[in-house]
């Protein structure tokens, strides 16, 4: 019902910047908050960033200052700005979303994208 699609994630040094886009489609009514996660090997998946409707931010601590997330809600799409990358950035990154459907059921984080690699050499 609803699809997520993440990309821009790569390979950057110590210092480096990417800015990873995920758009949301499908039978979508409205989005309200919009998040990215990251998985790293070994670790459990986490939240880095999220952005409800409004524009309001929360971040992680160890992202804080660092990384930006923003919207566009006209194009049911985040974005996450990730700048003076650290090796500890390396990671799976996902996105996901808290979505009403046109049939007016609402989906808390449940559908998953595949996810775009970030890889942080020292």
């Known amino acids: 019902q609803v699809q997520l699609v993440e990309s821009g994630g790569g390979l950057v040094q110590a210092g480096g910047s990417l800015r990873l886009s995920c758009t949301a489609s499908g039978n979508i009514e409205s989005i309200n908050h919009m998040a990215w996660f990251r998985q790293a090997p070994g670790n459990q998946r986490e939240q880095v960033a999220n952005?409800?409707?409004?524009?309001?931010?929360r971040y992680a601590g160890s992202v804080k200052g660092r990384f930006t997330i923003s919207r566009d809600n006209a194009k049911n799409t985040v974005y996450l700005q990730m700048n003076d990358l650290k090796p500890e950035d390396t990671a799976v990154y996902y996105c996901?979303?808290?979505?009403?459907?046109?049939?007016?059921?609402?989906?808390?984080?449940?559908?998953w994208g595949q996810g775009t690699q970030v890889t942080v050499s020292s």
């Open positions: 952005i409800i409707s409004d524009g309001s931010t």
């Open positions: 996901n979303a808290d979505v009403t459907t046109t049939s007016a059921v609402q989906y808390e984080f449940e559908f």
